[in-house]
T-cell receptor, first 109, second 113 residues
């Protein structure tokens, strides 16, 4: 079966750095997305990785290792507004998006 | 551009009732999707469409129906509502296939009692 694993919840301090991991086992791989979802709101796009390596976009970076079936989202200089759920989603061989359950990130002052 | 719009925002149904969740996009996207999101769970694909007149089942299609008569609109029909259909429903769209960013509507929170 297809499976995406993320930690259920993480806590970090304002101004710090946090890394949210995602491991996947899917039938084929055509890319990996990270989305941010604030409570009661719709998911919004953060990043897309299809090749191995690190993609940096301001305070957020996303890393992919296809051989290990592993990705992480790195958030720097955390702000209170970064409190949200972070969803990892993999595009499988049928070009269907398989979604993880999401990681709820709590930022403390 | 309004992006992806959904109506209603909230709805309470009684068991056995039917309703249609509306979704529209003004970005001229070919692909449209319906998801449901249960608490603590990932998004589950209900149905999707690759263009007007073409729809296909996703992971959890039972109890739902869709139609796509225009590029802009993709309504989701619930027949004979059941408590298991209590969820938040999101509509999304993208220009190309799933390697393209999906843009989500604000969601419909549905409770079936």
């Amino acid at each position: 079966g297809q499976n995406i694993d993320q930690p259920t919840e993480m806590t970090a301090t304002e101004g710090a750095i946090v890394q949210i991991n995602c491991t996947y086992q899917t039938s084929g791989f055509n890319g990996l997305f990270w989305y941010q979802q604030h409570a009661g709101e719709a998911p919004t796009f953060l990043s897309y990785n299809v090749l191995d390596g690190l993609e940096e976009k301001g305070r957020f970076s996303s890393f992919l290792s296809r051989s290990k079936g592993y990705s992480y989202l790195l958030l720097k200089e955390l702000q209170m507004k970064d409190s949200a759920s972070y969803l990892c989603a993999v595009v499988d061989s049928n070009y269907q998006l398989i979604w993880g359950a999401g990681t709820k990130l709590i930022i403390k002052p | 551009n309004a992006g992806v719009t959904q109506t209603p925002k909230f709805r309470i149904l009684k068991i056995g009732q039917s309703m249609t969740l509306q979704c529209a996009q003004d970005m001229n996207h070919n692909y449209m999707y319906w998801y449901r999101q249960d608490p603590g769970m990932g998004l589950k694909l209900i149905y999707y469409s690759v263009g007007a007149g073409i729809t296909d089942k996703g992971e959890v299609p039972n109890g739902y129906n869709v139609s796509r008569s225009t590029t802009e609109d993709f309504p989701l029909r619930l027949e004979l509502a059941a408590p298991s259909q209590t969820s938040v429903y999101f509509c999304a769209s993208s220009y190309r296939a799933d390697t393209d960013t999906q843009y989500f509507g604000p969601g419909t929170r549905l409770t079936v009692l």
